[in-house]
């Protein structure tokens, strides 16, 4: 990969512009882990434990905190989920309810109900429910 | 009740109440004569009856029934007004509010019909009222094909497996040959083989036990191994509708009943399937 560095006194601040001839994998990454800085961290009690965003089922509002599901375990967040949707790569994860973001590589499956509830099922069996206002958001963030 | 915005469902239901009294002002005074004094009860014809004869006739003044009529015409595009807006995202919440909504708009219908003379017999009411399910039947169909394909085109971009068929009519079609031999070929071969003067087996047995219990036990078969497929019941009373004229070839019997004993044991025997195999699983 090619990297010019230009420097323009007169800028605000440092920005980043990626050209690349598609979209792909690695440019997304590259993009989340420029837009993201610092590591996710859990909390288990007083244990931090660094997370990757690979390992992320979803992040949830419960209890007036928001904890994040990895298929192992389940970890406190500092962040409120307003955050952690813009620090996230929101190429892959997206919010599809008012407290709830999941990590659309995780989708094991997508059920509809007569109703018109969406039903996901996650890596491992976690289940969860899209709000029918945040379908758009879901279409928007698959280029739908 | 229905919408959690109520300043927009007043403001919308203000909005249907005048376009209802300007739209059924025409169409009302053209029904008006239809029913009222036309066409039905062979009364004295006008092309226009701009107020009910039936409803004047009731309160003794043309004038306070033409305002009784205004408010009728207006509360009906109130509901359609406030019809207009969601109800709800999805789920419970929203079945229950349409439910509520439905409920209230086949009130406000027989309400009118019944003032208005426009109903001349219960059952010209029940007429009107299965039109309105039927149209509220065809709003969620269309509703709900628009979800599935949003679905379906999510899943595809995840590149997950296809889902269901649309209404699960793929999933219900190996059960069509069952639906057209307990609903069609069954009735016609028990009704030829009846004695003329007492049919026991197409009159006793066969919408006594062989129906229900076909019905509902098929149903249950395909509930448990695919989940709810409401096309089922529909195909079960479409078979028992063909049955119906093709039997009056052979014999005088009301079969009408059996259309309701065939759609209701196979939705029973659907319903029992599908909670089995969600417990299940």
Redesign the interface.
């Known amino acids: 990969m090619k990297v010019d560095i230009r420097i323009d006194p007169g800028c605000a601040g440092p920005t980043v512009t990626i050209t690349a001839p598609a979209l792909t994998d690695e440019v997304k990454a590259l993009a989340a882990r420029l837009e993201g800085g610092a590591a996710l961290i859990g909390w288990d009690g007083d244990t931090a434990v660094p997370l990757s965003e690979a390992d992320i089922l979803r992040c949830y509002g419960e209890e007036k905190g928001v904890k994040v599901q990895t298929i192992g375990a389940v970890y406190d967040l500092r962040e409120r989920l307003y955050e952690l949707e813009a620090r996230l790569d929101r190429h892959t994860f997206v919010r599809i309810s008012h407290s709830e973001i999941v990590n659309l590589r995780k989708v094991t499956a997508l059920d509809l109900s007569l109703t018109g509830t969406i039903r996901i099922a996650l890596t491992g069996g976690t289940v969860c429910y899209v709000s029918r206002r945040y379908v758009k958001k879901i279409k928007e963030t698959l280029d739908l | 009740m229905f919408i959690d915005d109520k300043r927009r469902a007043l403001t919308r239901a203000l909005v249907g109440g005048l376009l209802g009294v300007a739209v059924l002002i025409p169409l009302g005074g053209l029904f008006n004569d239809i029913v009222s004094g036309g066409l039905i009860s062979m009364g004295i014809h006008t092309p226009f009856r701009l107020v009910s004869a039936d409803l004047t006739l009731r309160l003794g003044s043309a004038p306070l029934a033409f305002a009784v009529q205004l408010a009728l015409y207006f509360l009906l595009g109130a509901v359609v007004g406030v019809s207009t807006l969601p109800f709800a995202?999805?789920?419970?919440t929203?079945?229950l509010r349409s439910l509520a909504h439905f409920a209230l708009t086949a009130g406000a219908l027989t309400l009118t019909c019944t003032l208005l003379g426009w109903a001349w017999s219960w059952q010209a009411m029940a007429v009107y009222l299965v039109l309105l399910a039927a149209v509220y039947l065809l709003i969620w169909l269309g509703?709900?094909v628009g979800?599935?394909a949003?679905?379906s085109?999510?899943?595809e971009?995840?590149g997950?497996p296809p889902?269901p068929s649309p209404l699960k009519w793929r999933e219900t079609l190996p059960y069509l040959p069952f639906a057209l031999l307990l609903c069609l070929a069954l009735p016609m071969a028990l009704r030829l083989l009846d004695a003329a003067d007492v049919p026991v087996l197409s009159g006793l047995l066969y919408p006594y036990l062989l129906l229900p219990v076909g019905g509902f036990f098929s149903g249950l078969s395909l509930g448990k191994r695919q989940g709810?497929c409401?096309l089922y019941p529909v195909l079960c009373a479409l078979c028992a509708l063909v049955f119906i004229p093709l039997a009056r070839l052979v014999s005088n019997m009301a079969d009408w009943p059996l259309l309701p004993i065939a759609a209701g044991f196979s939705l029973a025997g659907v319903l029992a399937g599908a909670a089995l195999r969600r417990i299940r699983n």
């Open positions: 995202g999805d789920g419970p929203l079945v509703r709900w979800w599935y949003e679905v085109a999510i899943r971009k995840l997950l889902g709810l409401l």
